[in-house]
């Protein structure tokens, strides 16, 4: 019982986590229209492009996406092929859903360690954007960070549905 406590706790974190850092990514969605608004009026009403909107553009996806993972899956907002596994039995359809909940925070420890060496690896070398000067080193770092609520939230997901294969219920 004490685990399930601190399961529903782990759980309830990771949602409050995921939900402030859902409004990181509303910050990174403004930053581009605004870029982009400010670019396009600079250069038709004044001759005046914003130097390096490209790049600052393509940082503030960054921080529009990755913020942004793990409310998504939370939300059940991430696309799932279920229409086959929905068919199969209550633990069957938890096996597979515990396989596929591994693999994915598999995949998520593997995205937040590398992208947390990539960042050390700028960081080192001073990798700045060619017109706009800003460091690329924050936005690797940034997805390692993004990357803990999801791997959390796939742990949870993980855990929930090895209980539900070798709970005592009717299959």
């Not at 399961?7 to 509303?26: A, C, Q």
């Not at 700028?122 to 940034?142: D, M, N, R, V, W």
Request: glycine letters at 6%; a positive charge; charged letters at 15%.
């Amino acid at each position: 019982m004490k685990f399930w406590k601190w399961l529903n706790y782990l759980d309830k974190v990771t949602t409050s986590f995921s939900r402030s850092l859902e409004w990181v990514g509303v910050v990174g969605i403004l930053l581009m229209f605004l870029v982009n608004f400010i670019d396009v009026v600079g250069a038709k009403l004044f001759l005046w492009p914003f130097p390096g909107a490209p790049e600052v553009i393509s940082f503030s996806q960054i921080v529009a996406i990755a913020p942004t993972i793990a409310i998504t899956l939370l939300l059940g907002r991430h696309i799932r092929v279920e229409f086959i596994i929905d068919r199969f039995p209550k633990r069957i359809r938890a096996a597979i859903s515990s396989i596929s909940s591994f693999l994915s925070l598999i995949l998520f420890v593997l995205i937040l360690w590398q992208s947390y060496l990539y960042g050390v690896s700028l960081q080192k070398a001073g990798e700045i954007g060619s017109t706009s000067h800003l460091p690329f080193y924050p936005f690797a770092y940034l997805i390692a960070f993004c990357s803990i609520p999801v791997c959390l939230a796939f742990l949870i997901e993980v855990l929930k549905s090895l209980n539900e294969v070798f709970s005592h219920g009717s299959s």
